[in-house]
Nanobody
């Protein structure tokens, strides 16, 4: 079993920056993918940024050039640095990992609110 603990988020003005972090714990697992999704009110959850199992990164077109995903493998932690934030970025952000614990499973963080005011 993998537990994900997110931190960061909050309220920021348009044009500002914010950082999120997500630490995976539980022991006896191997992480395959680590990334971030978001869900705005009335909308479907969407991919923001992810490290693939091969180590490459994918970003949603809407955040390319503004958001940066990074990770600390030794601490099983993934980060999302968000800059030039827009009101359209307002959403609950969820950490997501795929991990091998005897079988490949998907885990979600509890979600953290990011609100960008205009």
């Amino acid at each position: 079993q993998v537990q994900l603990v997110e931190s960061g988020g909050g309220l920021v003005q348009a044009g500002g920056s914010l950082g999120l972090s997500c630490a995976a714990s539980g022991g006896g697992f191997r992480l395959y993918t680590m990334g971030w999704y978001r869900q705005a009110p009335g909308k479907q959850r969407e991919l923001v940024a992810v490290f693939t199992s091969g180590g490459s990164t994918n970003y949603a077109d809407s955040v390319k050039g503004r958001f940066t995903i990074s990770r600390n493998n030794a601490k099983n932690t993934v980060f999302l640095q968000m800059s030039s934030l827009k009101p359209a970025d307002t959403a609950v952000y969820y950490c997501n990992v795929e991990a091998w614990t005897g079988r490949l499973s998907t885990y979600w963080g509890q979600g953290t609110q990011v609100t960008v005011s205009s």
